[in-house]
């Protein structure tokens, strides 16, 4: 059976998305028989992202450790897992391993035993330095022992090298921090290969009005008409670019998307980009709304990206004032009185 999803999936998409949204045939971890999907009765967001904003999913991500059950492939942990974010795909562990897990905070069934995520699927040229600790070793927030220590990494664990060296410090990851250690302490070091700079494409201020295409920021349900209730005609993958065919109706823009014509949900698109571009006008939802709401609990950092520091996580709810302009989806922020960056992807 996942042979057939397998192929599936490739012969739509390719092997190279195939392999992000389904496991290879022999590895898919419902196989141990501890992993479920799980789904609203009514099939909404069926193995999407956006289960997660369904009232089964909301649910299931705040109850299932108590029942023995966690998610297993978090949001922003594809690096370490190998896998997209699937808020309905759930692993037992038992009630008392689930609740551990869920109070220590970890980000991953990885991170929480140190061990460096290895996928089958990560490409190689992407791959993660790791290197082991040969004793208990502070993890700094900068390189040098005037630094304050985050945590105290156990002698012997296995922790993520992401590439920053700086006199003798490694920055590393272990247990979802990011900080530094002294390199005295580490052994098996193997460097992870420099990443592929992106292009930093300076993207023109949205204006969806007059936008004609725009990326999706989930695997995103193209339908016959306005709302869920129209028939899907298609499932578009995350990432992909769509053509804007017209005005937008209710939140829902018509699009054309593999020679196929629909609706789509704007709430999973992002990147809005228009040929007719006019500086003037830009859309006011994203350049002049003074506040959002945090719609997870979100972590507060020094920089745009998640390798930046983590001023403070901020609670899911709270309202915070945006300073200034998006930077990479990420905006400038102040709660309790701290300046910092947060990813958009959690306001709203
Ligand atoms: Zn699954």
Redesign the pocket.
């Known amino acids: 059976r996942q042979a057939e999803l397998f192929n599936y999936y490739t012969r739509i998409y390719g092997k190279s998305y195939a392999s992000r949204i389904s496991?290879v045939p022999g590895t898919?971890?419902?196989q141990t028989g501890l992993?479920?999907?799980v789904g609203n009765a009514n099939g909404a967001c069926g193995?999407q992202a956006c289960f997660a904003n369904t009232p089964v999913g909301k649910w299931v991500g705040k109850n299932s450790h108590k029942y023995g059950f966690i998610m297993?492939?978090g949001k922003g942990q594809e690096s370490v897992t190998g896998y997209s974010y699937?808020p309905?795909?759930?692993r037992y562990l038992g009630t008392s391993l689930a609740k551990n897990y869920k109070s220590s905070g970890a980000k991953s069934l990885e991170a929480y035993y140190g061990v460096s995520g290895s996928s089958p699927k990560n490409n190689t040229k992407n791959a993660k330095g790791t290197a082991r600790t040969t004793a208990n070793l502070n993890m700094r927030t900068g390189a040098g022992t005037g630094n304050r220590v985050l945590l105290t990494i156990p002698r012997g664990k296995s922790v993520q090298l992401t590439g920053s060296k700086k006199s003798g410090w490694y920055q590393v990851r272990y247990s979802s921090r990011t900080g530094w250690v002294s390199g005295k302490y580490l052994s098996s070091i193997s460097m992870p290969s420099k990443p592929k700079k992106e292009s930093k494409k300076s993207t023109p201020k949205q204006n969806t009005s007059n936008a004609k295409s725009a990326k999706t920021s989930a695997n995103l349900n193209m339908r016959t008409g306005v709302g869920t209730s129209h028939r899907v005609v298609l499932t578009i993958p995350q990432g992909k670019k769509v053509a804007i065919r017209g005005a937008k109706k209710s939140g829902w823009y018509p699009v054309k998307y593999a020679g196929k014509n629909g609706w789509v949900s704007g709430t999973y698109l992002r990147s809005f980009s228009s040929s007719t571009y006019s500086p003037k006008s830009s859309d006011p939802k994203s350049s002049s709304s003074a506040s959002k709401k945090t719609i997870a609990n979100l972590n507060m950092r020094s920089g745009a990206g998640t390798s930046k520091r983590v001023i403070l996580t901020i609670p899911k709810g709270k309202k915070v004032s945006i300073r200034g302009a998006k930077k990479s989806g990420w905006y400038p922020v102040k709660y309790a009185g701290k300046n910092g960056w947060v990813s958009g992807k959690y306001l709203r």
């Open positions: 496991a898919s971890e419902h992993a479920i999907d193995l297993r492939y699937e309905w795909h759930f």
